[in-house]
């Protein structure tokens, strides 16, 4: 079982807002779903202060968050889940 995520709040003056979780259905690709929900998650992050904006994208996703002005800072695997680990890059963005 995962450890749970740590949920005191972040400080916005020192730390990046993150972006968590954020999929979009294969048959609702390509219609901006994505850059919309990217667009208002940092307005929000915005409106609370932050001045930046980090995530673990896929690698599918990947092309998205650069085309939105993300830039990669690492690549990194993520916590193996019954021996498999997934491929992923943490990317930020100055907001």
């Known amino acids: ?3 749970p995520r740590d949920a005191k709040l972040l400080d916005p003056t020192t730390q990046p807002a993150r972006i968590r979780a954020m ?5 609702f690709v390509r219609r901006g779903l994505g850059r919309a929900i990217l667009a208002r998650c940092e307005g929000a992050a ?12 896929t690698l599918a996703g990947e092309p998205l968050y ?3 002005g993300y830039a990669a800072i ?4 993520s ?6 680990t997934v491929p992923l890059i943490r990317m930020g963005k100055w907001l």
Request: aromatic content about 6%.
């Open 46 to 57: 915005r409106a609370a202060g932050f001045r930046s904006v980090e995530m673990m994208a």
């Open 74 to 77: 690492a690549p990194v695997r």
């Open 79 to 84: 916590a193996p889940v019954e021996g498999v």
């Open 1 to 3: 079982m995962e450890p």
């Open 66 to 68: 650069q085309a939105c």
């Open 23 to 27: 999929y979009t259905d294969p048959d």
